[in-house]
Each structure stands twice: as C-alpha cells, then as structure tokens.
C-alpha cells in the first residue's frame, strides 16, 4: 500500500513517530522529492484525485551531517541547518526534518525541537518531523496546530508497513528491535526497570491511544452495519404499518357498511309498523335502538361500562331524563331511578353519571289526595293526526310539568313536517316551556323535538 500523506489546512506542524526502522524516514523523504517533481511538472506517482502544494521554498535536514574536519558533530550540523531554517523559512514554506533535537541531551533537545517548531509555525511555515520525543508526541495531542502520525510497524516480524497512521503518536519500540538484533534479554529487561516513571506511563498511554482507536474503528463498523439494519427495519416498519392502516380502513367500512344496512332495515321495520298497536310500535323502537348500539359496538365504541350505586344522580343518555339511582339489579344490569315523582327501571348502559343534582328553584306542590299521574318522558305521535297529536302532547306536557320534569322529548317524526310545525307552535305558546329544539341526530335528529320545561 502507497504512503498517504495529509496536511490539513489547519495543519502547520506534522509530527511523524513510531518505531526505528518504521519507514518514518521514507515518508519524509518521499513527501519531499514528490513535491519537487510536481513544482518541476514531471508527472509524479499517485492516486488519480492527489493533490500537491505549490511551496515557494523547501527546506530539509534529512541525514547526519557530522564534520570533523569542519568540527560539526551530529547536533552541531543539525543546528547550523535548523539556524538557517528559522531565518529563511516562512509563509509558503516546506520544512522537512529528521530526528530534530538528536545528538544531545533528551530533554534538551526535545526542548530546542519544540522551541523550534513554535517559532516556524509563527512565521507560516509548513513543517513535517520525525521523532522520538515524547515533548513533541504529547505537544501534538493538545496543540490543534499540530497533527500526530504514527508509522504502522509488524511487531511480529518486525517489518515497516510504509503506512502513516493519523491521530495518534508511535511508540519507539527500542527494546523490543534491540533484542531481535541480538541483545540478551536479561539486559532488556533491566534496561525496562530502568525507564523512568513519566515515561513508562507515556509509553503506556501511547499503547491504550493505540487499542482505543482500534475499538473506535471496530464500533464505527459496526454502527455502519446497524444503522443499515436499523434502515431496514424502518422501511419494513413503514411497509406493515401501511399495510395494517389498510386492513384497518376496510374493516372499518365493512362495519359501517353493515351497520347502516341493519339501521335502514330497522328504519324500515318502524316505519312498516308505525300505524300498529303500541306494542308493535314500541317493538320497532326497541329494534331501532339495538341497531343503532350494534353499530357502535362495530365502529369501536370501547366506553367502559357504567355500573351505577345507589344515590348517583344520572341521566338517561337517549331521553336526557335527570333521575337519582334508589335501588339496582347487577344481574340484570338495570337500575331503579327516581325521576322527578315517577320510578323507572333503566339499562346501565342506557346511564351516564352526572354531579350532584341542582335543587329546584321551587317546589312545585300539589292538593293532598291529588293522584300521581304515570309520567312518561317522552311521546310518541307518529302516524295520528295534528288534532289528535296536539291533544296528546297538550296532556304529556301537563303530566310531565307536574312530576318535576326538567327536560322530555315528542317522537313525531319527520314526513311532511306539518306535525313538527303544529307542535312547535303549540310550544311556542306553552307557558310551561321554557325551550325547545331538534334532537341530535344520534337521537332522532328532526324527527324529534326536545323540550326543556319551565
């Protein structure tokens, strides 16, 4: 695999390490002659999409310069050159050094090295190092101006890999190359004890920086494998929870289709057996109203039931009768209501709860021995004619003003509608009336006419 340098934008000082015999050399020397053929325009050897830097200069210290008869030692020579370095050096500039700060006390040199490259950086110049220090390893991992690579190192066979690894600085490995050249394990592992503490635990840091990137690596791969099954199981998600919204909607037509097939039909019934003896006529209202709760048990009425205690004030949900429960019958699930002066038995599912109920303004009072009359809450003239219809709820009015009621409804349906007009003109004049209006139509709609007594 081919050497990938990079230098970021942000990037003015990169710091190669890692092991000797690395390749750490070979990058530096490869990022520099590469960049000369390019200012050169012979044609270079990299991957279609690379791209060079137009430097203006380039400086390298690449090589031990030592002089006798010059009297430069190692340190000596690279000095002269980093001297000439920070004075020529600067914006659009390439610096290139090998093992800046050797040839002399570690912590001096990693001292002059650092020293150095701050004042490079200052001056615009762009730098790229090889090192051991550790001064300049650590210096990497805080500055952002500054980018750590490690060269990739076989331990196993101790081969360079030629590969630059970025983000995270290479440790030396030197004890370990010392003893496969030769060097008897006994002193290597005397030579471990004597590695000071500070720099036991860089090398060690090194060493974890090293395995946590590898765990980094392995769980971005594997946060790329699950956010592909995670995509998948979206899409699945998306696909059954249309298909489910289907099913649904033709369930829920089929319900409304049959619940208004049996409504019509049970409209039918009445309407057929209108003109008949009350029995037949409340029959048909029976089957009208079975109809209508079948159908809300189909549309998904899930109301949770009702179960009324004696003392509850309730009112009857398809009248609008206000009574209080005295007595019920959880077997057959109806209860004994006291609606105004009259008793009446009602299905639990036919009561809905109310507050406590409003005293009356006044208490209406009737002549001692006055009967009490057997007081309906609703009347049904449907089929009899105005005269006839106008007497009956002239009478059911009367009765219903007399047990207290606060509110009863007239069935006169809806036909002509000359009977819904003679009637709401007699309420109209009706001094016991103190409102009136269509039922909802849940409830009969125009077909019949709530009143609210006075």
Do not use: C
């Amino acid at each position: 695999m081919p050497i990938e340098i990079v230098i970021n934008e942000n990037t003015s000082t990169l710091v190669i390490s890692g092991a000797n015999t690395g390749g750490k050399t070979v990058a530096l020397k490869t990022l520099g002659l590469l960049t000369l053929m390019a200012l050169s325009g012979i044609p270079i050897p990299a991957d279609e999409g690379s791209e060079a830097v137009i430097f203006t200069a380039i400086f390298a210290d690449i090589g031990d310069r030592q002089d006798i008869i010059a009297s430069l030692s190692t340190f000596s020579a690279h000095v002269k050159r980093l001297k000439e370095f920070l004075l020529l050096a600067g914006r659009g500039s390439l610096v290139l050094i090998d093992e800046i700060g050797v040839g002399t006390d570690p912590s001096e040199g990693s001292a002059l090295a650092l020293a150095a490259l701050e004042t490079l950086k200052k001056n615009g110049a762009v730098t790229v190092v090889t090192t051991h220090h550790n001064l300049l390893k650590a210096q990497a991992q805080i500055d952002p101006a500054y980018m750590n690579a490690s060269v990739e190192f076989d331990e196993s066979s101790l081969q360079p890999l030629y590969r630059l690894h970025y983000g995270i600085p290479g440790p030396s490995l030197g004890l370990m190359i010392a003893e496969s050249l030769g060097i008897p394990s006994e002193l290597i592992s005397r030579a471990r004890l004597y590695i000071k503490e500070k720099e036991g635990a860089f090398i060690e840091s090194v060493r974890l920086l090293e395995e946590e990137k590898e765990k980094i690596s392995r769980m971005k791969d594997e946060i790329a494998a699950l956010e592909v099954k995670w995509k998948a199981a979206v899409e699945r998600l998306t696909t059954g929870r249309e298909l489910i919204l289907k099913k649904a909607q033709g369930k829920a037509d089929l319900a409304i289709e049959d619940a208004r097939r049996e409504f019509k039909e049970a409209i039918e019934k009445f309407k057929e057996e209108k003109a008949a003896s009350p029995a037949a006529r409340a029959r048909a209202e029976e089957r009208v109203r079975m109809a209508a709760k079948k159908a809300l048990e189909r549309l998904g009425d899930k109301r949770e039931q009702y179960v009324p205690a004696i003392g509850d004030n309730v009112v009857i949900m398809d009248s609008n009768t206000k009574g209080v429960v005295i007595r019920t019958d959880a077997n057959a699930k109806k209860a004994e209501l006291q609606a105004g002066n009259i008793k009446v038995w009602v299905d639990f599912d036919r009561l809905e709860k109310k507050g406590e109920e409003k005293k009356p303004k006044f208490a209406r009072s009737r002549p001692s021995g006055f009967a009490e009359p057997e007081t309906r809450t609703s009347v049904n003239v449907i089929g009899t004619r105005v005269d006839e219809a106008l007497a009956v709820v002239t009478r059911f009015l009367d009765d219903a003003h007399a047990a207290g009621l606060d509110s009863v409804e007239i069935i006169h349906g809806i036909g002509t509608g000359a009977l819904s007009k003679a009637i709401h003109e007699l309420l109209s004049k009706s001094g016991i009336v103190k409102n009136f209006h269509h039922a909802d139509p849940k409830r009969g709609g125009g077909g019949v006419t709530v009143v609210e007594m006075a």
